[in-house]
Nanobody
């Protein structure tokens, strides 16, 4: 049984920062790819950032230069440092991890508002 537990969401003013964490537990030594997706009300879920086991990263264009994804393979944990947050970043953020199949966390809400 694999579980992904996210933390770190909340309410922040525009220009502020948040750090999301996702800890994976279960009988998987190392996930191939770990990442973050987000879904805003009325919109489709989109990939925000992902990182493979070698440390290569991909970002959606709208967050490049503002968000940084990292992972700790020893802890099977992935992080998303979000800086210079904008109201458009408001969404439910979901952790995703892939090993033979995809696994999802329950989501954590990020609200950017003054």
């Amino acid at each position: 049984q694999v579980q992904l537990v996210e933390s770190g969401g909340g309410l922040v003013q525009p220009g502020g920062s948040l750090r999301l964490s996702c800890a994976a537990s279960g009988r998987i030594f190392r996930f191939n790819t770990m990442g973050w997706y987000r879904q805003a009300p009325g919109k489709q879920r989109e990939l925000v950032a992902r990182i493979n086991s070698a440390g290569s990263t991909n970002y959606v264009d709208s967050v490049k230069g503002r968000f940084t994804i990292t992972r700790d393979n020893a802890k099977n944990t992935v992080y998303l440092q979000m800086n210079s947050l904008k109201p458009d970043d408001t969404a439910n953020y979901y952790c995703n991890a892939v090993f033979q199949q995809g696994y999802w966390g329950q989501g954590t809400q990020v609200t950017v508002s003054s």
